[in-house]
């Protein structure tokens, strides 16, 4: 029998209403540029993420002590969020922790929506 696996799921919801306020302190200037000519519903679904890995980064490196600064969002070719650093984790900590975590945006016109996953365990 397989040595069992935990799985932390974080998600968080933004309004796009809200996004105004809280984009300048969220997104680094390397998002923003990412963000130019997209919806203010592409802001929330990053700003969203960025709050669920925020999340996700407390519970499993509580030590770090990250802030919204600390984690740099871009996208895949094919449209994916993925993390492109994470500076208050150390180096191989960073990787591994980035390697083991699955990230999602979503959003309609009101809300954007991020989701965090972790899986911890053998072979995790």
């Known amino acids: 029998m397989a040595a069992p696996r935990t799985v932390h799921l974080f ?3 933004v309004a796009v209403e809200d996004v105004g306020v ?3 302190s ?3 200037p390397e998002e923003e540029r990412g963000l130019e000519g997209k919806p203010a519903m592409s802001a929330a679904g990053l700003v969203a993420l960025k709050k669920a890995i925020l ?3 407390l519970h499993a490196a509580p030590d770090a002590r990250p802030c ?3 984690i740099v969002l871009g996208h895949a070719g094919n449209g994916a969020p993925v993390i492109l650093s994470m500076p208050a984790i150390p ?3 960073a990787a591994a922790l980035a390697r083991r975590m699955r990230v ?3 959003h309609t016109k009101t809300h954007g929506c991020g989701l965090a996953v972790l899986e911890e365990g053998p072979d995790a």
């Open 68 to 70: 919204a600064a600390d």
């Open 26 to 28: 969220w997104l680094s």
């Open 55 to 57: 999340r996700l980064l």
């Open 91 to 93: 180096g191989r900590r």
């Open 22 to 24: 809280a984009r300048t």
């Open 104 to 106: 999602s945006i979503s």
């Open 11 to 13: 998600a968080e919801i």
